[in-house]
Structures are given as C-alpha cells and as structure tokens.
C-alpha cells in the first residue's frame, strides 16, 4: 500500500532534549516536505527537499533541521525543543515539484513541555 | 501567494450533492487551483485539481468560473465520510517548492 510513515504518533518531551521525528515513504517520490498545523494558523510549511541532497526552508524553518541522506526518508530534527513548537507535524511527499497530488502522513502531535 | 475565501462551515444530508465555494479573485494566470481534505484525526488528502476548464475524478467534480475568479468543488452523494475540512489551495507555478498554503478551510458536517 502506497502510504507515507511518521514516528511516533505521539510525543511529550522536555525543553532542550533534541528529538527526531521520522518520515519513510514507499512511493519513490523525489519530493518531500514538512508542516506544522496550528489553530488558527492553517498547515504552514517547514522545511521541504526536491530531492536526495538537495533541501530548503519553507515558511517556518526556525528551531528545525531536516536531512535527506536517502530518497524514501525525510526526519525532522528538533535540536532544543521549545514549548512553542508544541505542534501538529505532518510529512507529506509527491511524485516531484511538479505534480499536484501530495500525498500525507498521518501525523505527529507533539508536545514540549 | 493568492489569497482564497471559503464558509467557515457548511452542512449537508447524507446521499445529496454538496456544493463548496471558493472565491479566489486574485487568481494569476499560472496558479492551479487544488481541493485537499482533511478527516479528523488525518492528515490532509489530495481531492481535485485543475486550471481552467471542469474536472471530474472518482471522489468528486471541479467547476471553474470562466474568468477563473472562483470555482465549486461538487461532491456529487454526500456519505457520513465525507465530513472533513475541505481546503481550497491556489498553488504557483513548480519551481516554487510546490508549497500548499492552506486556509482556514470549510468544515462540512453531513447529517444522516
């Protein structure tokens, strides 16, 4: 089944503990990205990568690292956690930049406390 | 990026069409105009995209206005699974990151 994969669901951590959220996809999309869903603030994107090696910032890249060593993962890195990235994550991939169909993982609700 | 407009909430019955506006009145000449939905608990789901002329696929029909300004998102038999906020994207041209921004969306409840 073509899907998208986040680690963990769920996750409560303290301040400052660096902690990494995985995304794995099976569809061998060269086009990955990261966003975080706040109340009142929409889906805004974090950080995205076109493809293996090749990363960039989105909208709201402060506080977050991302790698792309392989082209089915895309973690997301949280060095020092800070409360205010208390957050909805969700990964999402596509074919490349091009096509429209994005498809999304099922989320990661993070907790800093 | 251009900016869209949709309800807040719309409801629906079970087994009638649904209509969902979008106004997007800023709309430039190489913006695509995507659906994506979100069930509770779920991360978003592609719908329906297109650029100017009417689109249909298995889950649902695009209607676009002739001067592009808006467009409906028809849902053609409402079931209790289609309860979701529908969100209407513009998208730029690729080489921008194929970047979603999503709004606020329209919450539709289906009533049984």
Same mark, same amino acid.
């Given at each position: 089944?073509?899907?998208?994969?986040?680690?963990?669901?769920?996750?409560?951590?303290?301040? /400052?503990? *660096?902690?990494t959220?995985?995304?794995?996809? #099976?569809?061998?999309?060269?086009?990955? +990205?990261?966003?975080?869903?706040?109340?009142?603030?929409?889906?805004?994107?974090?950080y995205?990568?076109m493809?293996v090696?090749?990363?960039?910032?989105?909208?709201?890249?402060? /506080?977050? *690292?991302?790698?792309?060593?392989?082209?089915r #993962?895309?973690?997301?890195?949280?060095? +020092?956690?800070?409360?205010?990235?208390?957050?909805?994550?969700?990964?999402?991939?596509?074919?490349?930049?091009?096509?429209?169909?994005?498809?999304?993982?099922?989320?990661?609700?993070?907790?800093?406390? | 990026?251009?900016?869209?407009?949709?309800?807040?909430?719309?409801e629906?019955?079970?087994?009638?069409?649904?209509?969902?506006?979008?106004?997007?009145?800023?709309?430039?000449?190489?913006?695509?105009?995507?659906?994506?939905?979100?069930?509770?608990?779920?991360?978003?789901?592609?719908?329906?995209?297109?650029?100017?002329?009417?689109?249909?696929?298995?889950?649902?029909?695009?209607?676009?206005a002739?001067?592009?300004?808006?467009?409906?998102?028809?849902?053609?038999?409402?079931?209790?699974?289609?309860?979701?906020?529908?969100?209407?994207?513009?998208?730029?041209?690729?080489?921008?990151?194929?970047?979603?921004?999503?709004?606020?969306?329209?919450?539709?409840?289906?009533?049984?």
């Open positions: 089944e073509a899907q998208v994969t986040q680690n963990p669901r769920y996750l409560i951590t303290v301040t /400052g503990k *660096k902690l959220v995985t995304c794995s996809q #099976n569809m061998n999309h060269e086009y990955m +990205s990261w966003y975080r869903q706040d109340p009142g603030l929409g889906l805004r994107q974090i995205y990568s493809n090696e090749v990363t960039d910032k989105g909208d709201v890249p402060e /506080g977050y *690292k991302v790698s792309r060593k392989e082209k #993962n895309f973690p997301l890195i949280l060095e +020092s956690p800070s409360p205010n990235q208390t957050s909805l994550y969700f990964c999402a991939s596509s074919l490349d930049s091009s096509v429209p169909e994005a498809f999304f993982g099922q989320g990661t609700r993070l907790t800093v406390v | 990026d251009a900016k869209t407009t949709q309800p807040n909430s719309m629906s019955n079970e087994e009638e069409p649904v209509h969902l506006p979008c106004n997007h009145s800023t709309i430039s000449g190489t913006d695509y105009i995507h659906w994506y939905r979100q069930l509770p608990s779920q991360g978003p789901e592609y719908v329906i995209h297109g650029l100017t002329s009417n689109v249909n696929n298995r889950m649902a029909s695009l209607a676009i002739e001067d592009r300004k808006s467009s409906t998102l028809i849902l053609h038999r409402a079931t209790l699974r289609d309860a979701a906020v529908y969100y209407c994207i513009l998208r730029d041209s690729p080489e921008y990151g194929n970047k979603l921004v999503f709004g606020a969306g329209t919450i539709l409840r289906v009533k049984s």
